[in-house]
C-alpha cells in the first residue's frame, strides 16, 4: 500500500450522508479519485456533530469502503464544518515593514494576519479559519501573494469564520473516535465551492449555494477569494417533510417520491404529468395523485427556501455584483426544476455545481453530492503543494483541541 504522503483524504459529515473520498496525483499531475465510500450519518443536527460516540461510527464505516477501493490508507483527513451558529465576517490588519531591504517575509505575513484577527468574540467562541481575501502594499490592492515585495505598509483583507468551541471539538473528537486525525477543517460551502468554481466564477463574482439534508449554505466569491458566507437551517429534508406531511404518506416513502417524481415547477410538471402512487400510512390503500399536485407541495418551500438566500445576498450588498452566476450543489440541489426557479428568483443566470478539476469520476460520483467531499480532496492537495500551508499536513496538527487563532497560523506558515 501505498504511503500517506502520495494521497489525500475528503472528510464531509453532513447531516444526512458521510462521504469519504481518497484522492492521488496521477503521473500527468492531475488530482485522481481513488476510493470513495459513504454512509448514514448519525449523532449530526443541522450540520453540527452533537454526539461525536454516534458520528464515530459512520466515518469508520465511510472511510474504510473508500480505503478498500483504492487500497490507500487513510491518516489524516481534510474535514467539512457547517452549522447555524458559525459566523463569516470581513476584516481587516495593517502593520509596518520594519526590515532594512523592505522585502515582505512570511514572519511579515503571519504578523498582518494576525492584526486582522482581531475580534470580538462572544464567551466560548473562537475563529475557527480565516481566508486571506488580498493583500495591499503602500495601497497597491490586489495582490494575492505579497512574499518577497517591496515595501512600507502591508494591509491585507481577511474573511475569518468564527463558531462555538464545541462545533470544532466534535468534529475532532468525532473523528479521532473512528481512528483518524484531522489535517484541517473547511466550511462546507467553501470546499463546495472549490469543486465546483471555475477560475472566471471565482474571479467576477458568483454565489455558490450548496442545499443539504437540514442545512444550505452559501459562499459568495470575487476577485478570486470568498467574500461572504452564511449557512441557514433548511435543507432537502424539508421537502421530504412536506411531502409526508401533505400527501399523509412514511417518510421513507416521501423521500422517494421526492426523488423520482419531485418537481418544483408547474410546467415542467405538465410535460409529464404521470399519476403517481402513493402508499398510505396504517392500513388504508394506496392512493393515485398527480405530479401536479406534488408539484404545488414542493414549490413554495422552494421559493422560501431560495427566497432567504437571495435576501441575504442582497443584505451583504452582492446583488449586482455576481455576473458570473448562480452555482446550486449539494444533493438538495437535484430536486428537478429547482435550478429553472432558482434562475427567476436570483434574476442570474443559475446552474447545477458538479465537481472540476479531478479525473476519475465514475458516474456515481460526478454529482453534486459529492462536491464537498472532492472540494476537501483539492483543498488539501493544494495545501500539500506549499503556498503559506507547508506544515500543514503535520499529522495530528489541529488535533489538539487547545489552538486557537494562534496555532492556527502556526499551522498555516
Ligand atoms: N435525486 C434527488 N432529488 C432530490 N433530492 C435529493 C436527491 N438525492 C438526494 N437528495 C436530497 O439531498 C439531501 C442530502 O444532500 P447532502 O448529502 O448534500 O446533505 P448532507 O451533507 O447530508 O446534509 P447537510 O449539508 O445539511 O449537513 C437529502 O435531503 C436528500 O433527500
Ligand atoms: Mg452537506
Redesign the pocket.
Known amino acids: 500500500m501505498a504511503r500517506q504522503e502520495t494521497h489525500v483524504v475528503g472528510l ?8 469519504a473520498v481518497i484522492a492521488e496525483v496521477n503521473d500527468d499531475g492531475r488530482l485522481e479519485i481513488m476510493g470513495v465510500g459513504t454512509a448514514e ?1 448519525r449523532g ?1 443536527r ?2 453540527v456533530i452533537v454526539n461525536p460516540d454516534a458520528a464515530a461510527e459512520p466515518i469508520r464505516r465511510a472511510v474504510e469502503e473508500a480505503e478498500r477501493m483504492s487500497g490507500l490508507i487513510a491518516e489524516s483527513v481534510h474535514v ?1 464544518m ?1 452549522g447555524t451558529l458559525l459566523r463569516g465576517l470581513n476584516n481587516r490588519g495593517v502593520i509596518a515593514i520594519t526590515n532594512a531591504d523592505r522585502r515582505i517575509t512570511r514572519a511579515d505575513i503571519k504578523r498582518v494576519i494576525e492584526t486582522a484577527c482581531v475580534v470580538t468574540l462572544p464567551g466560548g467562541h473562537e475563529i475557527i479559519d480565516v481566508q486571506p481575501q488580498e493583500y495591499i502594499i503602500d495601497g497597491q490592492d490586489g495582490i494575492s501573494d505579497p512574499l518577497d515585495m517591496l515595501g512600507t505598509r502591508l494591509e491585507v483583507a481577511v474573511h475569518i469564520i468564527t463558531g462555538p468551541i464545541t462545533v470544532r471539538q466534535n468534529i475532532i473528537s468525532a473523528v479521532n473516535r473512528a481512528g483518524l486525525l484531522v489535517a484541517d477543517i473547511v466550511l ?1 460551502p467553501v470546499a463546495a465551492a472549490e469543486a465546483t468554481l471555475t477560475d472566471d466564477e471565482r474571479e467576477y463574482g458568483s454565489a455558490v449555494i ?8 452559501l459562499a459568495i466569491y470575487q476577485r478570486g477569494a470568498v467574500q461572504h458566507t452564511a449557512i441557514f437551517p433548511f ?6 417533510n412536506d411531502i409526508a406531511f401533505g400527501l399523509r404518506t412514511p417518510i421513507p416513502e416521501a ?1 422517494r417520491i ?3 417524481y ?1 418537481c418544483v415547477l408547474p410546467t415542467l410538471a405538465a410535460e409529464n404529468d404521470e399519476t403517481i402512487e402513493v402508499p398510505s400510512v396504517g392500513r388504508r390503500p394506496p392512493r393515485a395523485l398527480s405530479r401536479q399536485l406534488l408539484c404545488e407541495i414542493l414549490q413554495p418551500r422552494a421559493e422560501e427556501i431560495l427566497g432567504h438566500v437571495n435576501e441575504e445576498i442582497k443584505r451583504a450588498g452582492f446583488e449586482r455584483e455576481l455576473s458570473s452566476g448562480i452555482i446550486l ?8 426544476g429547482l435550478t429553472d426557479l432558482a434562475e427567476q428568483i436570483f434574476d442570474h443566470p443559475t446552474r447545477l455545481g458538479y465537481p472540476l478539476g479531478v479525473t476519475g469520476l465514475s458516474e456515481e460520483t460526478n454529482s ?2 459529492y ?2 467531499a472532492i472540494g476537501l480532496v483539492m483543498i488539501a492537495h493544494r495545501g500539500r503543494l506549499g503556498r503559506y500551508y507547508r506544515a500543514m499536513s503535520a499529522p495530528g496538527a489541529i488535533s489538539r483541541t487547545a489552538a486557537r487563532v494562534r496555532s492556527w497560523l502556526a499551522n498555516f506558515f
Open positions: 464531509d459529515i453532513g447531516t444526512t450522508r458521510t462521504t450519518s449530526l443541522k450540520g467539512s457547517s462546507e450548496n442545499i443539504g439534508g437540514e442545512t444550505t449554505s435543507g432537502g429534508s424539508h421537502f421530504t423521500e421526492k426523488r423520482t419531485g450543489t449539494g444533493g438538495g440541489a437535484l430536486l428537478q453534486p453530492l462536491t464537498t
